[in-house]
């Protein structure tokens, strides 16, 4: 039997995933089809390659001898045409990068940069979304994610960044008031928590060897930004990280009480990526950019 023409690639599609799952409504929801739908494409490439991919039982799948031989060559076949579109599409389509990261670090450090990047790298289109929901970045439309943490971040390429002090940070009147007592007596104040990190200021008074006074009250809120903006407006007193916070010490838009209590915490900022994605250009020029705005230092004043 000699073919003159290929099968569709959407049975070729059906047929990998369904062997993959050894279910139809399985491989349906992974195809967004129903599973009728990839019964009918697994029969269309059964009647055009004349033999039977399955052994189908009444609640069971299996793939017949021919089956497990074809799905070889069907695996083998749809890998290479992935990498090869993909080589081909780097090399002559439009670069493009879709980063995630959070509000401040966007508004505050990477946005007013980001001309130096595009002068640079007039090539690469960036894209920010800056949500503050949990980020998926084996399976989502995204090529890098900033993010604060241990750089842990399984099944992921994490790249250290930034090391991050941690310094209590409120109003400059506010701090005039605390600079006469020490953590042990907050008096009126409240505290400003972070609900990603609410160990924050436990962590905090540890590593200082301070003993924190019982606060007026607790304020949660869930980013860096809204954190630093409650500080700004008199609420109470947060925790900055250091240099972030530096623009914001130097205009005097925020100060620190006890500015001998800067303590270095093992978390700091990363840029995570996919490993495949580890030689792509426009990746290595966002990375090696960022790196260099990151000890530049000019940012951060």
Request: glycine share 6%; proline share 7%.
């Given at each position: 039997?000699k073919?003159?023409?290929?099968?569709p690639l959407?049975t070729?599609?059906a047929?990998e995933a369904?062997?993959?799952?050894?279910?139809?409504?399985?491989?349906a929801?992974?195809l967004?089809?129903t599973p009728s739908?990839i019964?009918h494409?697994?029969?269309?490439?059964?009647?055009?390659l004349g033999?039977p991919l399955?052994?189908?039982?009444?609640?069971?799948?299996?793939l017949?001898?021919?089956?497990?031989?074809?799905?070889?060559?069907?695996r083998?076949t749809?890998?290479?045409?992935?990498?090869?579109?993909q080589?081909v599409?780097?090399r002559?389509a439009?670069?493009s990068?879709?980063?995630?990261?959070?509000p401040?670090?966007?508004?505050?450090?990477?946005?007013?940069?980001?001309?130096?990047f595009?002068?640079?790298h007039?090539?690469?289109?960036v894209?920010?979304?800056t949500h503050?929901?949990?980020?998926?970045?084996?399976?989502?439309?995204?090529?890098i994610?900033?993010r604060?943490?241990?750089?842990?971040?399984?099944?992921?390429t994490a790249e250290?960044?930034l090391?991050?002090?941690?310094?209590?940070?409120?109003?400059?009147a506010?701090?005039?008031?605390?600079?006469k007592?020490?953590?042990?007596?907050?008096?009126e104040?409240?505290?400003?928590?972070?609900?990603?990190m609410?160990?924050?200021?436990?962590?905090?008074?540890?590593?200082a060897?301070?003993?924190?006074?019982?606060p007026?009250g607790d304020?949660?809120?869930d980013?860096y930004?809204a954190i630093l903006?409650?500080?700004?407006?008199?609420l109470?007193?947060?925790?900055g990280m250091l240099?972030?916070?530096?623009?914001?010490?130097q205009?005097r838009?925020l100060?620190?009480?006890?500015?001998?209590?800067?303590?270095?915490?093992?978390?700091g900022y990363?840029?995570?990526?996919?490993?495949?994605?580890?030689?792509?250009?426009?990746?290595?020029a966002?990375r090696d950019w960022?790196?260099?705005?990151?000890?530049d230092?000019?940012?951060?004043k």
């Amino acid at each position: 039997m000699k073919f003159r023409r290929l099968p569709p690639l959407h049975t070729l599609e059906a047929f990998e995933a369904s062997a993959r799952q050894l279910s139809f409504k399985l491989a349906a929801q992974e195809l967004h089809l129903t599973p009728s739908a990839i019964s009918h494409q697994i029969k269309a490439l059964e009647s055009f390659l004349g033999f039977p991919l399955f052994r189908r039982g009444n609640r069971s799948l299996e793939l017949s001898d021919g089956g497990k031989a074809y799905l070889t060559v069907v695996r083998d076949t749809l890998q290479r045409l992935r990498e090869g579109s993909q080589r081909v599409a780097q090399r002559h389509a439009r670069a493009s990068l879709k980063v995630s990261m959070g509000p401040f670090l966007a508004s505050e450090i990477i946005l007013p940069a980001l001309p130096s990047f595009q002068q640079m790298h007039p090539d690469i289109d960036v894209r920010l979304d800056t949500h503050l929901r949990p980020v998926d970045l084996l399976h989502e439309d995204l090529d890098i994610a900033l993010r604060f943490g241990d750089g842990h971040w399984p099944q992921l390429t994490a790249e250290h960044l930034l090391t991050v002090w941690v310094v209590p940070v409120c109003t400059p009147a506010l701090a005039r008031v605390l600079r006469k007592h020490g953590p042990e007596n907050l008096g009126e104040v409240a505290l400003i928590h972070s609900t990603p990190m609410p160990e924050g200021w436990a962590l905090w008074a540890k590593a200082a060897q301070q003993t924190l006074g019982r606060p007026k009250g607790d304020i949660w809120l869930d980013s860096y930004l809204a954190i630093l903006r409650a500080a700004e407006q008199g609420l109470g007193l947060a925790l900055g990280m250091l240099p972030m916070v530096e623009p914001l010490l130097q205009r005097r838009r925020l100060a620190t009480p006890w500015p001998q209590l800067k303590m270095q915490i093992p978390q700091g900022y990363y840029l995570l990526h996919r490993a495949s994605d580890s030689d792509r250009p426009e990746v290595i020029a966002f990375r090696d950019w960022l790196r260099g705005l990151m000890a530049d230092g000019r940012v951060f004043k």
